[in-house]
């Protein structure tokens, strides 16, 4: 599981950071990428990476601001032109399936994979049996939403050495076990199943925030989160303009880091007025209140690590 970063800027693309665009990388879980926004010239980005159009199964969209959306029909079409064969699921809030049937009827785009098109409210909006995904309105100009993506925990691996040592060969009998039935051996001795299997993993977290004043759903979103991605469209002194355009300041993605007791804050959607070394500057900011801050810059990937059995 990898998070990476195809577009870092606010509002309007730059030099140095396209709009927004995060891939969550799902390859060794699912072999699947999974995208949340599509800027403008999202698939330009995409070029610069390992990541295959077709292999992206899902895209879910935090709302309708153009820097977020204005990639999507672009994105769609080329990864049927490419041989994407499979289904594609996008999530967004309402008015996303009227922009993107628009696009694609308008300009003659016919889609070789089937496109499933899903506008929700607040909620779980996937489950499967390995995620998660649950969606909370922030507070912006037009509706915009968070995400927070939980892997459910993994079972427990079977401890074959231990089996072993007691001459329990594999066969059907190992299933059993990992079940954590009682398991009468061919000696007569019965074993307890629920001693020969590792404690559950805990599956991962990550909080995916999209643009946003400061707001308890963040927060909600957030608890305990491995990653929490989040806005930091303004630096702390721009207070005023965060609350006037309806984004965030960076002391205030760090104060919901705090909040939500993450271990990891990233922050993206950066103004195009910093760079340069004002960028280590929004970092220094947030570190006030919160250690451990990154600063997402296009290309960047952060590692969203296993954890070890608890
Ligand atoms: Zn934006
Ligand atoms: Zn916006």
Redesign the pocket.
């Known amino acids: 599981m990898e998070l990476l970063f195809l577009g870092t800027g ?2 309007v693309p730059s030099k140095g950071r396209n709009v ?1 665009a995060i891939a969550l990388q799902l390859l060794e879980e699912r072999g699947a990428t999974w995208l949340f926004d599509c800027g403008e010239a999202t698939q330009h980005q995409i070029l610069h990476t390992s990541i295959r159009p077709r292999r992206i199964e899902r895209i879910f969209i935090t709302h309708l ?1 153009g ?2 959306i204005f990639g999507l029909p672009g994105l769609l079409g080329s990864r049927s032109f490419q041989g994407g064969e499979t289904p594609l699921f996008v999530y967004g809030p309402t008015g996303i399936h009227s922009f993107v049937e628009t696009a694609l009827a308008v300009s003659g785009t016919r889609l070789k994979y089937d496109l499933h098109i899903h506008e929700f409210t607040e909620g779980v909006i996937f489950e499967d049996e390995q995620f998660i995904v649950t969606a909370k309105l922030l507070d912006h100009g037009l509706p915009s939403y968070g995400f927070r993506i939980v892997e459910k925990d993994l079972p427990g691996t079977l401890l074959v050495d231990q089996l072993r040592a007691l001459g329990v060969r594999p066969g059907p009998i190992y299933q059993q076990i990992k079940r954590g039935e009682l398991v009468t051996l061919d000696d007569g001795t019965v074993i307890d199943g629920r001693n020969f299997v590792a404690p559950p993993k805990k599956g991962r977290i990550v909080a995916i925030i999209g ?1 946003t004043r400061y707001c308890e759903a963040s927060v909600e979103l957030a608890k305990q989160a491995d990653v929490l991605v989040h806005e930091a469209t303004f630096r702390a002194k721009e207070a005023h303009l965060a609350h006037d355009y309806y984004h965030s300041t960076t002391l205030q993605a760090a104060e919901v880091a705090k909040r939500a007791e993450v271990k990891q804050l990233i922050l993206t ?1 950066i103004s195009s007025r910093y760079q340069g070394e004002m960028c280590d500057e929004l970092v220094e900011e947030a570190k006030t209140i919160f250690p451990n801050v990154s600063l997402a810059f296009d290309f960047s990937s952060f590692p969203v690590l296993k954890k070890s059995a608890e």
């Open positions: 606010s509002g927004s601001h820097d977020h643009d959607h």
